[in-house]
């Protein structure tokens, strides 16, 4: 199987934060030791792996390659994960290609013109295919076809082509940017959602066992709720605790040992990090908790405006310790109370 590395570079600030839902440093390689490779192992996502469940069985049933499959969803999430899962269920190879390592329709043709029958070809970052490339991919999803152009200049022509029927997984974490024409050519789209504690803990269980650590009592409940709803942070941080349990030569993991290990990374009991922290602060501290507009504050934090807005803000949001109004950002009561203030008086009457 190729890797494209191309998607998982990313040397930008998100990837250097703990808890950032991209990968870091040599991870899509570490990530592969923690993929399940069954749909039966895909911990959580109940609705989904129904649905994909009864899609695939049918498919198989009829003898038939599956319609193509978008998968949808944030970072982290088991995109990929489920991607590979598809293509094993099925007994089929699988081809991995991402959206911008396509830089010409002619590198798509390529691709296309060499699947084998059934084959799953999977396209991370779709979004991000070009304009011509991606007109090609309408084609050959729909009538299985790619005209090949042959030669250059005036006297160029294109070869229509046939392809053997194949599956296109599409992997996608902005959905929005997606063409509907391209949208409309996928039979089924998954869509994933954050983890519940629950589910997170059960996946850190199931990657203690992979990875040889033994947890006790509530260690696995302790990195659940500090990884933000993502199994790729819930395995990040399950990384860094068994680094801790092997310098402190422990035989197993409990839940304090979890605390030490996180606080010494700077993750708090909610999951949140520095760089969070410090945005909360500032606002309450510099602005007596709003609004501040998102340049300003990300000038006092130290930070590119978009690391603050793609990067801190969304969980800030989604947990309830922010809230964007046309005026800019203003710290709610729980991010009072999680920096261990009284909030002013009059925050409330601004909603
Ligand atoms: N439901 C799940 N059960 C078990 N492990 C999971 C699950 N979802 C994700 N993982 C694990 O989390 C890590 C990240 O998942 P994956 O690479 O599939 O995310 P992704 O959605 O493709 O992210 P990106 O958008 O960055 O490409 C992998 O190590 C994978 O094994
Ligand atoms: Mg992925």
Redesign the pocket.
């Given at each position: 199987m190729e890797y494209d590395a191309q998607?998982?570079t990313g040397a930008n600030e998100e990837s250097l934060r703990m808890v950032s839902?991209?990968?870091i440093g040599n991870e899509?390689v570490s990530?592969?030791e923690?993929?399940?490779h069954a749909l039966d192992?895909?911990?959580?996502?109940p609705l989904l792996k129904a649905q994909l469940q009864l899609f695939l069985d049918a498919a198989r049933k009829r003898e038939v390659p599956p319609d193509h499959i978008l998968?949808a969803?944030?970072?982290?999430?088991?995109?990929?994960?489920?991607a590979m899962i598809v293509a094993n269920e099925l007994g089929v190879p699988i081809r991995v290609t991402s959206g911008p390592a396509i830089q010409h329709a002619g590198d798509l043709a390529s691709i296309l013109s060499s699947l084998d029958a059934g084959e799953v070809l999977f396209i991370?970052?779709i979004h991000r295919l070009p304009r011509p490339a991606e007109e090609l991919l309408y084609i050959a999803m729909e009538d299985f076809r790619v005209d090949v152009m042959v030669g250059k200049g005036p006297g160029a022509t294109s070869i229509p082509l046939t392809l053997p029927r194949f599956t296109v997984i599409g992997?996608t974490?902005r959905e929005g940017m997606l063409p509907s024409p391209l949208r409309a050519r996928f039979g089924f789209t998954a869509h994933?959602d954050f983890?519940p504690h629950e589910?997170l803990e059960k996946?850190i269980e199931?990657?203690a066992d992979v990875l040889g650590v033994k947890l006790d009592g509530q260690a696995a409940h302790e990195m659940a709720v500090r990884s933000r709803g993502t199994?790729?942070i819930?395995?990040r941080l399950l990384r860094r605790v068994r680094d801790w349990a092997i310098v402190h030569d422990l035989d197993s993991v409990g839940p304090d040992d979890v605390k030490s290990a996180l606080e010494l990374y700077q993750i708090d009991a909610e999951g949140l990090d520095r760089l969070d922290i410090a945005v909360l602060n500032a606002i309450v501290t510099h602005f007596n908790g709003g609004p501040v507009g998102l340049n300003t504050l990300s000038a006092i934090v130290g930070e590119e405006s978009e690391t603050v807005e793609t990067v801190c803000e969304p969980y800030l949001v989604r947990e309830g310790f922010l809230v964007r109004t046309p005026k800019g950002r203003v710290a709610t009561d729980k991010a009072w109370a999680h920096l261990g203030l009284t909030p002013r008086e009059d925050v409330s009457k601004l909603f």
């Open positions: 998607t998982n839902a991209a990968p899509p990530d592969e923690l993929r399940p192992g895909f911990i959580g996502q998968l969803g944030p970072p982290g999430l088991g995109k990929t994960t489920l991370d970052e992997a974490t994933l983890y589910e996946l199931r990657s199994p790729r819930a395995n």
